[in-house]
């Protein structure tokens, strides 16, 4: 293919042809499609790093969220092995009771 002219648009060629009139132009000529890539990687950069700013954001919410709801549970499980603990010391109190009292 050759070179593009100044009136073609720079913007509906493919990156293979934008490759090609950077290696075959002269080199005053070869800036345009030279820029034109440039700026589509930038593009392309920008894009990436747009929906992956978007799923960190989506990863820290949902982060934020699993940490309370297991926030939460821890302090139903400390809540419940309390009572336990207690309701074993009454247990233990009561078989102290029976024992004493058979021996009576």
């Known amino acids: 293919m050759l070179a593009p002219s100044f009136g073609e648009n720079l913007e509906d060629a493919s990156d ?14 070869a800036v345009l499609p030279s820029d ?6 930038l593009k392309r950069l920008k894009d990436s790093i747009d929906v992956n700013t ?7 919410r949902s982060s934020e ?3 309370s709801e297991t926030s939460s549970q821890s302090s139903a499980m400390i809540r419940m092995t309390r ?22």
């Open 54 to 60: 978007d799923e960190m954001r989506k990863f820290a």
């Open 65 to 67: 969220k699993f940490n």
């Open 16 to 29: 293979l042809d934008l490759k090609r009139w950077v290696n075959t132009s002269v080199r005053h000529l």
């Open 83 to 104: 009572m336990i603990t207690f309701l074993t010391g009454i247990l233990v109190f009561g078989l102290i009771i029976q024992i004493l009292l058979v021996f009576r």
């Open 36 to 41: 034109e890539l440039t700026r589509r990687e």
